[in-house]
C-alpha cells in the first residue's frame, strides 16, 4: 500500500470504520508478524512467550492508540507501528529480566561445579562474588545496564540502537563503559591492580 492509502485507511477506521478497521487488521498483522518473527526463539527462551502471543500484544496496542496517531510528515505510519512493535518486544524482554532477577542461589537446582566441595568458605566468597556483580549491574546507569544485559541475551546492536533510538556506535559505548565499570567493581572488591 502506498502512503496515502495507509492514510485514508487509518482516518477511515479512526472514524469507526468496521470495513476499514478489518482491512487495517488484514494489512496489517502480517506485517506484524514478520517483524515479531525473528526474535521468537529468544522470546520463547528469555521471555516465556512467542512471536505469535507478541504479534497479538503488538496488534492490541496499535488498537488502543490509533485514536490518538496523527500522521507525521515524512513519517509513515508502519514507522508508527514499528515503534509499537519495539516497544513491546523490549517490554517482554524487561519483565523477563525481572522475573530473573527475583530468583535467589538457593532456588537454583544444584550448586556450581566449584562449590561442589562442600568447603563453606568458597560457597561464602562465590555468593560474595555473585553479590558484588548483582549490585555493580544495577549501579549501572539505565542504558548500560540496557547494552550489556540484552547483549547477553543475544540480542543484535542494531536492534538496541532502533529500539534506543540512538546509533550503533552509542550501543557499543554503552556496553564497553558498563564492561569497564563492572570490571572495576570487582577488581576493587578482590584487590587486583
Do not use: N
Not at 14 to 29: C, E, I, N, S, V
Not at 114 to 128: C, F, M, N, Q, V
Not at 144 to 165: F, N, P, V
Request: proline share 6%; charged share 25%.
Amino acid at each position: 500500500m502506498t502512503p496515502e492509502q495507509w492514510r485514508t485507511l487509518v482516518l477511515e477506521a479512526q472514524h469507526g470504520d468496521r470495513a476499514a478497521l478489518d482491512k487495517l487488521a488484514t494489512q496489517l498483522q502480517p506485517q506484524i508478524a514478520r517483524y515479531c518473527q525473528p526474535h521468537d526463539r529468544l522470546l520463547r527462551r528469555a521471555a516465556g512467550t512467542s512471536a505469535e502471543d507478541l504479534t497479538q500484544d503488538v496488534w492490541v496496542g496499535v488498537l488502543d492508540a490509533l485514536p490518538r496517531y496523527r500522521p507525521v510528515p515524512g513519517r509513515p505510519f508502519l514507522a508508527w507501528v514499528h515503534a509499537i512493535a519495539t516497544r513491546r518486544i523490549a517490554d517482554a524482554f524487561r519483565q523477563s529480566a525481572r522475573r530473573q532477577a527475583l530468583v535467589s542461589l538457593d532456588d537454583l537446582p544444584g550448586e556450581p561445579a566449584a562449590l561442589s566441595t562442600g568447603d563453606p568458605s568458597r560457597i561464602l566468597e562465590h555468593r560474595e562474588q555473585v553479590s558484588v556483580v548483582a549490585t555493580a549491574v544495577r549501579a549501572l546507569a539505565p542504558r548500560r545496564r540496557d547494552a550489556l544485559l540484552q547483549h547477553l541475551l543475544g540480542e543484535r546492536d542494531s536492534r538496541i540502537a532502533a529500539r534506543w533510538g540512538a546509533s550503533v556506535s552509542a550501543v557499543r559505548v554503552a556496553r564497553h563503559k558498563a564492561m569497564t565499570l563492572l570490571r572495576t567493581s570487582v577488581t576493587d572488591w578482590a584487590g587486583v591492580g
